[in-house]
């Protein structure tokens, strides 16, 4: 979808040597894919992104656009296909909400009652009430909202592409994280290529399908996030994601690719003699209790039944130490397995119905910590 290549912007500043702010950067980001661009302060993350809407002229390399080369397009109509948002937002003050969204389908001359639809539509869609907001002037909304309503102005005129300079910069923190949700919900929906400037590797992590990161100008690395948590290419982008990259990777993991491969589902009338041959067979450390409508109840350690065998399950059973959600992170996971004290959880499904459970060990095995042995359980 867009394709930059040898992309190069030199600087020119009087008596003094060009800054190179992009140097032969060449990366392909597909259709309804999330890129971020991310790197230092000054590493030409802005200027790669104003090259793409001619806001910044190249100096040199190729910019492609759905296979067509940016160069035969002027400006106005390269914009209509790209919307922009920035970190300063940059609504019109006189105008309402509603005629700030649709500045530029009434400048294409679309028709006024179907963007006046679409603008409703957006704005539910990032949970705010048009009813009350469109004819609002931007001074009397929010910082937060007067950024969705930036993000929504962008994708008005539905245009394929949107190149994002820090859109939620300026956010605090919890705004910032319900706002960056809602723009992943939206675009799952809207499927835009997105190119997304940010300096947060968190951010990054959390929205990119790839990130690209540079440093003074060089696109050091272009990957998935995973793959540049867990190989990054060089000393620069290793030191640049953090000593606690395979803590971050947790959190693109979830729980279902990490649970234990049997469920050790027991009865609580099972005889123990049975269960321990269970255990025994799958290697397991621990069998949990399944009572009415697949709770787990309970469970039971090889430990426990090392010695007599004679009883039923029922008679031996421990409480556990809380559920995780299969749909949750594993950094969720870990999380709550600190916060009881515990090296594993029973894993549940909507209905909080036991699914399996999940070790500390596989979790270490799983990021490449230590080797990973399938079957293995808690030491
Ligand atoms: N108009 C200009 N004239 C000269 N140098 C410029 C100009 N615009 C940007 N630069 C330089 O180009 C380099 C890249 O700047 P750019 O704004 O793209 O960086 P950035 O990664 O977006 O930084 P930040 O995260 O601070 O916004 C910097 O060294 C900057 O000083």
């Keep these: 979808m ?54 910044i002229p190249k100096t040199s390399g190729k910019i492609y656009i759905d296979g067509k080369d940016t160069d035969d397009l002027d400006p106005i109509t390269l914009r209509r296909k790209i919307g922009y948002v920035i970190q300063q937002i940059g609504l019109f003050p006189n105008m ?15 028709d006024k009652q179907k963007s006046r639809e679409k603008a409703r539509d957006l704005m539910e869609m990032v949970n705010l009430d048009a009813t009350i907001f469109l004819k609002r002037y931007p001074r009397e909304l929010s910082g937060g909202q ?46 835009k290529t997105v190119l997304f400037v940010s300096h947060d590797i968190d951010e990054a992590i959390k929205m990119g399908d790839k990130i690209a990161i540079f440093r003074e100008g060089i696109l050091e690395q272009c990957d998935t996030p995973d793959e540049i948590l867990a190989n990054p290419a060089n000393r620069f982008v290793k030191d640049f994601v953090g000593t ?33 041959e269970k ?67 029973p894993v549940v499904d909507d209905d909080g119905a036991y699914k399996g459970y999940l070790t500390q060990h596989t979790i270490a095995s799983l990021l490449g910590e230590v080797p990973r042995k399938r079957g293995d359980t808690i030491t």
Excluded at 96 to 110: F, G, H, R, Y
Excluded at 148 to 169: H, K, N, S, T, Y
């Design 244 to 276: 606690d990259r395979a803590l971050k990777r947790l959190k693109l993991i979830s729980v279902s690719e990490a649970i234990m491969p049997f469920r050790m589902a027991v009865q609580s009338d099972e005889p123990l003699d049975k269960v321990a």
């Design 2 to 55: 867009i394709r930059l290549e040898n992309l190069t912007k030199h600087f020119e500043v009087p008596g003094k040597e060009p800054v190179i702010a992009a140097n032969n950067v060449s990366m392909d980001v597909g259709k309804g894919e999330i890129c971020i661009f991310l790197g230092p302060s000054g590493c030409g993350k802005t200027t790669a992104l104003k090259m793409i809407n001619k806001l």
């Design 146 to 191: 007067q950024q969705r309503i930036g993000v929504i102005r962008a994708l008005a005129a539905d245009p394929p592409v949107m190149l994002m300079d820090e859109p939620f910069g300026a956010i605090d923190p919890i705004n910032r994280a319900v706002i960056q949700d809602e723009f992943l919900k939206l675009n799952a929906e809207l499927g």
């Design 96 to 110: 309402t909400i509603e005629d700030n969204i649709c500045v530029v389908p009434d400048l294409l001359k679309m």
């Design 279 to 345: 255990m025994r067979s799958h290697n397991a450390h621990i069998a949990v209790m399944v009572g009415p409508r697949g709770r787990a109840q309970g469970y039971i350690t090889k430990e426990e039944i090392r010695g007599d065998q004679s009883g039923i399950v029922n008679e031996y059973i421990d409480p556990i130490p809380g559920t995780i959600h299969e749909n949750d992170s594993l950094h969720d996971a870990v999380s709550q397995m600190y916060s009881h004290a515990s090296d594993w959880l």
